[in-house]
């Protein structure tokens, strides 16, 4: 499967931008699907997930201020993201899984929170 990520970009502080990730395939059967973060000179790390069953989970940074959602019908899945600050200035990453273990990584897009 081929994700597709976009809506990164620049924005300052205290404003959102709204990730989406574009899948190759049909997402319905999907079990796992995330949003991870590179932010520079750190390891990447989970921002939001949707896990089997439909469960969604957020780290503590993203909580209150991000939202995850999909759109089956779209093949796609979203992140939007509210109170931007400087810290959340990194390289975002989708990721989705399906049973049999195949999973994919999207290319990453870039969001800058300037102060």
């Known amino acids: 499967v081929q994700l597709q990520a976009s809506g990164g970009g620049l924005v300052q502080a205290g404003g959102s931008l709204s990730l989406s990730c574009a899948a190759s395939?049909?997402?319905?059967?999907?079990?796992?699907m995330g949003w991870f973060r590179q932010p520079p000179g750190k390891q990447r790390e989970l921002v939001a997930e949707?896990?089997?069953?439909?469960?969604?989970n957020y780290a503590d940074s993203a909580k209150g201020r991000f939202t995850i959602s999909r759109d089956n019908s779209k093949n796609t899945f979203y992140l939007q993201m509210d109170s931007l600050g400087p810290e959340d200035t990194a390289v975002y990453y989708c990721?989705?899984?399906?049973?049999?273990?195949?999973?994919?990584w999207g290319q990453g897009t870039q969001v800058t929170v300037s102060s």
């Open positions: 949707i896990t089997s069953g439909d469960s969604i």
């Open positions: 395939r049909n997402i319905t059967t999907s079990v796992y």
């Open positions: 990721y989705l899984q399906f049973p049999s273990k195949v999973a994919s």
